[in-house]
């Protein structure tokens, strides 16, 4: 099993411009969530979804907006990019809420 | 709303000396705990969770975790630490009425020194 797989790894944002980070997951999951990390600051909600068709803001939602058309896939859309979106994003999925979370790799997004 | 406060940014100690990382929370109502680790440039792994039952929760790489509800900590501790212990940390708490949202503390990082 591939896990959660996040992509791309790497990317170079301008300011304003958008950009959609990828997710997906092969274990079933149907908890997923879209975490920030920035240096000093451990992980921030940003948001997460419960199942297909559902979605709910986390700690730190404004400029991102998600959607959950299937149980493997959870992107993250990032509109109107600002240099506060520098950041590695995380996604991470779990199979029940007593269930520990099962992360990506990583993106790490750089907006300049 | 629950939160999680890691009191350590950094912690320095000596390969083979014992160390503690502390974690506190902020509920009102009963939780779930848990502790990840991150090696560098990799996501977050499960280290240990505190669910119910024993508040002694042991995990993985001889790490172990004491749940205190009057002091609402979760403190991780390694009897012997080695050098690749070397990472960092993370706290995170749920709330068992609505386990759906995950809140992890800000991190510690440990540095083992030779």
């Known amino acids: 099993n591939a896990g959660v797989t996040q992509t791309p790894k790497f990317h170079i944002l301008k300011i304003g411009q958008s950009m959609t980070l990828q997710c997906t997951q092969d274990m079933n999951h149907n908890y997923m969530y879209w975490y920030r990390q920035d240096p000093g600051m451990g992980l921030k909600l940003i948001y997460y979804?419960?199942?297909?068709?559902?979605?709910d803001k986390g700690e730190v939602p404004n400029g991102y907006n998600v959607s959950r058309s299937t149980t493997e896939d959870f992107p993250l859309r990032l509109e109107l990019a600002a240099p506060s979106q520098t950041s590695v994003y995380f996604c991470?999925?779990?199979?029940?809420?007593?269930?520990?979370?099962?992360f990506g790799n990583g993106t790490r997004l750089t907006v300049t | 709303a629950q939160s999680v406060t890691q009191l350590d940014s950094q912690v320095p100690v000596f390969e083979e000396a014992p160390v503690e990382l502390r974690c506190n929370y902020s509920s009102s109502v009963s939780v779930y705990l848990f502790w990840y680790v991150q090696y560098p440039n990799q996501g977050l792994q499960l280290l240990l969770k505190y669910l119910s039952g024993s508040t002694l929760v042991k995990g993985i790489n001889g790490f172990e975790a004491e749940f205190n509800k009057s002091q609402t900590s979760f403190h991780l501790r390694k009897p012997s630490v080695h050098i690749s212990d070397t990472a960092e940390y993370f706290c995170?708490?749920?709330?068992?009425?609505?386990?759906?949202?995950?809140?992890f503390g800000s991190g510690t990082r440990l540095s083992i020194q030779p």
């Open positions: 995170a708490v749920t709330r068992r009425s609505n386990a759906s949202k995950i809140i």
């Open positions: 979804s419960v199942g297909a068709g559902i979605t």
């Open positions: 991470a999925s779990r199979s029940g809420e007593a269930s520990p979370l099962h």
